[in-house]
T-cell receptor, first 112, second 112 residues
Framework: DAGITQSPRHKVTETGTPVTLRCHQT?????MYWYRQDPGHGLRLIHY???????DKGEVSDGYSVSRSKTEDFLLTLESATSSQTSVYFC???????????FGPGTRLTVT | SQQGEEDPQALSIQEGENATMNCSYK?????LQWYRQNSGRGLVHLIL?????REKHSGRLRVTLDTSKKSSSLLITASRAADTASYFC????????????FGPGTSLSVIP
């Protein structure tokens, strides 16, 4: 257990509504990541963070924004949810020494 | 894009046989890692190989890396039913090692 939690674990929302997913870590890791997982695509990187207030885009960042105001929390916001954003979202932290990533349990988001 | 493909997409073998999965990538890398995902769960780190290494072993796992071909393979020897899972490779770029990109994965079924 790498001390990563995600909330909520499940969410159903309507098209056009904003949604915020939270990733919380207790390990004080500098690097945090948001991925989405869809059948046939594996995990695709949305955004990542390399420190407080330091974030960068991944492969599929359109329609998503992130914030990291403190080390332990990394928030992913869907500004106006669309059905194409229905997915399972995983947060991960990365150990700076070993480069290993540790994943949270995932959030299943359905946009109707 | 940093990441390429994994093949095969799906693999079904008998218990006791060896399983080989391949991963290709597009840009120069710093590290390549393999992860495993059991159905509906988060990913778990298996093994890391650095760009200056050619082969690495961990228990029943053997990973090779050919940087000239931009490819890696994961061999699981003497497979067990419990090895049934999806396997993903992940790379971090030589100049952007914070950015970790995953391939689409190989789904392995080990039949008892």
């Amino acid at each position: 257990d790498a001390g990563i939690t995600q909330s909520p674990r499940h969410k159903v929302t309507e098209t056009g509504t904003p949604v915020t997913l939270r990733c919380h870590q207790t390990e004080n890791h500098r690097y945090m990541y948001w991925y989405r997982q869809d059948p046939g695509h594996g995990l695709r990187l949305i955004h990542y963070s390399y420190g407080v207030k330091d974030t960068d885009k991944g492969e599929v960042s359109d329609g998503y924004s992130v914030s990291r105001s403190k080390t332990e929390d990394f928030l992913l916001t869907l500004e106006s949810a669309t059905s194409s954003q229905t997915s399972v979202y995983f947060c991960a932290i990365r150990d700076r020494g070993s480069y290993e990533q540790y994943f949270g349990p995932g959030t299943r988001l359905t946009v109707t | 894009s940093q990441q390429g493909e994994e093949d095969p997409q799906a693999l079904s073998i008998q218990e006791g046989e060896n399983a080989t999965m391949n991963c290709s990538y597009k840009t120069s890398i710093n590290n390549l890692q393999w992860y495993r995902q059991n159905s509906g769960r988060g990913l778990v780190h298996l093994i890391l190989i650095r760009s200056n290494e050619r082969e690495k072993h961990s228990g029943r796992l053997r990973v090779t890396l050919d940087t000239s071909k931009k490819s890696s393979s994961l061999l699981i020897t003497a497979s067990r039913a419990a090895d049934t899972a999806s396997y993903f490779c992940a790379t971090d770029g030589e100049t952007s090692y914070d950015k970790v990109i995953f391939g689409p994965g190989t789904s392995l079924s080990v039949i008892p």
